[in-house]
């Protein structure tokens, strides 16, 4: 039995050693890909000979470089956080779509409305409550009740712009 546990642990170990070696093969690969890239896509600089006018048309051509590939970052940025966006919106979709569930059929329950007050208030109704004896009493006021007269004697009194004032007055 610790043959077997010690051949089981020595495998692990093997394993790792050799998990850690193809690791570091690949991070020499990567690095060395990028150096040949870069030199490949950036040369290098020769910078000795040249004179001020030349520097600064260098310098210039390298500032609209720097331009175009800020210009083309911020695209490919503004259009991943859009993308982004978009997946953010659909995956909450699903997750709607996923959540909506179909209610059962409930079954009616006839229950009295003491026993309704019981369950929804507890233990501490246990006699009957009486609903009206709670009611707050308002007193109706008494409408007020207009004098009726006879029309046609105010007919002559209110005719013109002197009987709409008065009517207006009145109304007030």
């Not at 712009?161 to 009517?167: A, F, H, I, V």
Request: hydrophobic fraction near 35%; proline fraction near 2%; charged fraction near 35%.
């Amino acid at each position: 039995m610790p043959e077997i546990l010690f051949s089981q642990l020595f495998l692990k170990v093997f394993y790792v050693k050799k998990a850690m070696t193809l690791l570091e093969s690949e991070k020499q690969v990567r690095k060395d890909e990028r150096e040949r890239i870069l030199s490949e896509r950036v040369p290098s600089l020769q910078l000795s000979g040249l004179s001020l006018q030349d520097l600064q048309n260098l310098c210039k051509e390298l500032h609209q470089k720097i331009d175009v590939v800020d210009e083309e970052r911020y695209d490919i940025a503004s259009k991943v956080s859009k993308n982004d966006m978009e997946i953010q919106d659909l995956s909450q979709k699903i997750y709607e779509l996923k959540g909506k569930m179909k209610r059962p059929n409930l079954k009616r329950v006839r229950v009295s409305a003491d026993a309704m007050l019981g369950a929804l208030l507890g233990a501490k109704v246990k006699e009957s409550v009486d609903f009206k004896a709670n009611l707050k009493t308002v007193k109706k006021e008494e409408e007020k009740v207009r004098e009726v007269t006879d029309w046609r004697k105010n007919v002559e009194s209110m005719s013109g712009m002197e009987g709409r004032k008065k009517l207006f007055d009145a109304g007030q």
